[in-house]
């Protein structure tokens, strides 16, 4: 399949893809067993690894400030059901965090090790288990579920991330400081990147 064959044939399977995931929340809202829903059609769309291939989403260059990037796929002009490829050259952390709005990550290629916290009662967190986001296999949170996210340095990592709402709008998010033991403000995205239209 020549660029442009692929590029058609991904925007076609994105806009299916996002207009199913419109119509399970606009039915049945937001909730563990819909966000379930949203994920295996995620699933299907990374299926189709052939639309997806690394060398379409570009790597930061090797020493740059960030490891990933951001790449946008979908995004209602309201903003909402906002998904992104990310790819990371690997060495990719994060701390314990919320979304305020649903997540689902769903892996393409490489793993991305997910570990899920609870509020500890006391301020803190508390880890509950841990998931790995790698080819097939994906993750779903509820708007106040926290997760953060573990790469292996130098093993190319590339997935969906999925939000209610896109990441630039997302400005009352937080993240857990053990060390200070408190929560500080997680700055909504920038630098997200946008594929370019098929011709
Ligand atoms: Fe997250």
């Known amino acids: 399949m020549n660029a442009t064959a692929r590029q058609t044939q991904r925007a076609q399977a994105i806009d299916r893809t996002v207009a199913r995931i419109r119509a399970i929340e606009a039915e049945q809202g937001v909730t563990p067993a ?32 960030r490891n990933n990037a951001l790449y946008r796929l979908s995004e209602d ?11 990371s050259r690997g060495g990719t952390d994060t701390p314990a965090h919320n979304h305020t709005t649903w997540a689902v990550i769903v892996g393409l290629q490489g793993e991305e090790l997910n570990r899920l916290y609870d509020h500890d009662g006391q301020g803190g967190v508390k880890e509950r288990e841990t998931f790995m986001v790698t080819t097939g ?39 857990y400081k053990p060390k200070t033991h408190d929560w500080a403000h997680f700055p909504a995205s920038d630098g997200i990147r946008d594929l370019p239209l098929p011709a």
């Not at 949203?38 to 020493?63: C, N, R, T, V, Y």
């Not at 002009?77 to 790819?87: E, G, K, N, S």
């Open 137 to 175: 296999t994906g993750i779903a949170f509820m708007p106040e579920d926290l997760h953060s996210i573990h790469m292996v340095p130098e093993k190319a990592v590339l997935n969906f991330h999925m939000y209610g709402l896109g990441l630039e709008q997302l400005h009352e998010r937080r993240y």
């Open 34 to 65: 819909t966000l379930e829903q949203i994920k295996q059609a995620l699933l299907e769309l990374a299926g189709h690894s052939e639309l997806f291939p690394l060398s379409d989403f570009p790597m930061p260059p090797p020493g740059a400030e």
């Open 77 to 87: 002009p309201d903003h909402r059901y906002a998904l992104y490829a990310q790819v």
